[in-house]
């Protein structure tokens, strides 16, 4: 009984008193929007990059592009996310008042977007030639033919690899403190310093992202499910 209200107790001087407790709340918004702002920049970014890749493969003239998205995929994947987010804040957005988390979110979409399109990638490449041979004898050109038939089964196949970027995106993101951003890890360090105690605010901010990553993959394995269902019709 005195150990629970020993834990009652520094709960509250942890995260109630002096609504410590909107530290982390302003630390999850602010790490779901820079998510949020990551996702719709990097699953395009990683499309469009994919797609090129696997076109440039009969057409010699895109081959230019194709050395551009190596050398942009190599150069991301090389390096680490934090390194890339000090860079595109501290000095390519040094003397703009853009907002923090936008420049974050923009940060980790161009970081993912590399990942994302090596998944896509190899989930164009898992389909058979042959559904594109039938497609292109049906009067579909190679664009549609790609869209309307080989991406459909591509995303089925890759849903479970882009769960995984997509929990792995909340995860990077708690280095935006590094440009001042108040994201969950932030706020737990900010707690932490003002009480001397950093096992309540480090556990708080591990059960927030642990509740954020389990969420996710709950939602992805819906989606997968209902996709399997709508195969089986």
């Known amino acids: 009984m005195e150990f629970l ?137 190679r664009s549609q033919t790609m869209r309307m038939i080989i991406l459909p089964q591509a995303i089925k196949n890759i849903l479970p690899s882009l769960g995984n970027e997509f929990i792995m995106l909340i995860k990077e993101t708690s280095v935006a403190g590094y440009i001042g951003i108040l994201d969950i890890t932030k706020a737990s360090d900010i707690v932490a310093s003002r009480i001397y105690n950093y096992f309540f605010p480090l556990t708080v901010a591990a059960c927030i992202y642990l509740v954020l990553t389990l969420g996710l993959s709950k939602l992805i394995r819906i989606l997968e499910r209902r996709m399997a269902k709508s195969d089986n019709r």
């Open 5 to 141: 209200q020993n834990i009652s107790q520094d709960f509250y001087k942890n995260i109630v008193a002096q609504q410590r407790y909107l530290f982390f709340w302003n630390g999850l918004k602010a790490t779901i929007a820079m998510a949020l702002i990551a996702i719709v920049i990097g699953v395009p970014i990683g499309m469009i990059i994919a797609l090129i890749k696997n076109s440039a493969k009969e057409n010699k003239k895109l081959r230019w592009a194709e050395i551009i998205c190596n050398l942009y995929v190599n150069l991301i994947r090389g390096t680490p996310v934090v390194l890339q987010l000090m860079i595109i804040y501290y000095i390519i957005f040094r003397s703009s008042n853009i907002s923090s988390i936008l420049v974050g979110g923009l940060a980790f979409g161009i970081n993912s977007g590399a990942y994302v399109s090596e998944i896509v990638r190899g989930g164009i490449e898992s389909i058979d030639k042959g559904q594109m041979e039938a497609g292109r004898s049906l009067g579909f050109n």
